[in-house]
């Protein structure tokens, strides 16, 4: 069977203050009137047979509040935050040795559907036949530093377009952005994978042992879940696995991508006036061009003669930024 396991343990803060530990990114409406977990879940049902959501302990009780429909015991509840390795791994718990899985996030934007679910039953195909840790690769459309890159080697699968991945690279400077787009040989790393369940579990047991051992020791001994899990390493798939193993492979990813990472990801995806504007709530503007405008309260929000700022005004706070520089938000946490 093929199965779905949905990330979704991430605050997003760079999304501040709308994205908060109370009401993550994955719960807001984003470029659509869904919700973005909504819209991860609408894509891949019809591609897999069944569909798992693994989230916080905090932030469980939200999925049930706002995903009624979703069966409860699908909602995997990790009781502290370890990173992407232990969370993939603990959430194939009730999945079968020869079953497939298609890992997402919960909280990226992807247009494009049909071509989406092509590529990815292209990798379930491929998974299928081979023992293979497959990653889709967003064709990159910019020289964007805020991504890391997959290097792609020699063509082993011309029919579904799959290469061999030769390096994983670190988010780059501007100039080696640059030289990856001109290649054309680098994709932009989606976090999203396919493959076997038995495939990632004898890739964890060799390059991450210890997280091997307590998932062995969570299945002998399931009502000791919190403290086996409290005492796992911290490890992202990408680090602990990927980068370190030889049978990984890449299909790129032709659809439009956006992982929302940054209040520039989201003027990206909202829709513009004649100004070059996005606005969302109360404003009053003179002057004003280019600019990611949100306001959540009653009150109106005047501005004058500026460009290229985003402005976001909710219950949690104010914030003003260069729109070029929101990765920065961050450090105001």
Request: net charge negative; aromatic share 10%; glycine share 6%.
């Amino acid at each position: 069977m093929v199965k779905a396991l949905i990330m979704a343990g991430g605050v997003g803060e760079r999304l501040w203050p709308l994205s908060t530990d109370e009401k993550p990114k994955q719960f807001h409406c984003f470029g659509s009137q869904r919700m973005m977990i909504e819209k991860t879940i609408d894509r891949i049902k019809n591609i897999v047979d069944e569909i798992f959501i693994i989230t916080t302990k905090d932030q469980s009780e939200l999925f049930h509040r706002y995903l009624r429909d979703f069966p409860k015991e699908n909602i995997i509840s990790e009781p502290a935050r370890k990173n992407t390795g232990p969370a993939i791994v603990f959430g194939s718990a009730g999945m079968d040795e020869e079953d497939i899985m298609v890992v997402l996030p919960a909280d990226h934007i992807i247009k494009d559907i049909d071509l989406f679910q092509k590529t990815v039953l292209a990798a379930i195909e491929e998974a299928k036949k081979y023992d293979e840790l497959i990653t889709i690769g967003v064709s990159p459309t910019e020289p964007n530093t805020g991504y890391g890159y997959i290097e792609r080697g020699e063509l082993i699968n011309e029919e579904n377009n799959i290469y061999k991945v030769k390096m994983f690279h670190e988010k780059p400077d501007l100039e080696m952005a640059r030289a990856y787009i001109m290649s054309k040989n680098f994709y932009w790393n989606s976090g999203m994978f396919i493959w076997k369940k038995k495939v990632l579990i004898n890739a964890v047991q060799k390059r991450i042992p210890d997280v091997y051992q307590g998932y062995l020791d969570y299945l002998n001994n399931p009502e000791k879940f919190e403290e086996i899990y409290s005492k796992l390493p911290s490890i992202s798939i990408d680090f602990g696995i990927m980068e370190k193993s030889t049978n990984v492979e890449v299909i790129p990813g032709n659809f439009y991508w956006n992982d929302v990472g940054s209040w520039f990801s989201v003027y990206d995806i909202e829709k513009k006036d004649s100004m070059g504007n996005a606005v969302i709530g109360k404003f009053k503007l003179n002057e004003v061009s280019n600019s990611l405008l949100i306001n959540y309260m009653d009150n109106v929000v005047g501005i004058t003669n500026l460009s290229n700022v985003v402005v976001v005004v909710s219950e949690d706070g104010i914030l003003i930024s260069d729109i070029n520089k929101t990765q920065n938000v961050k450090k105001l946490l």
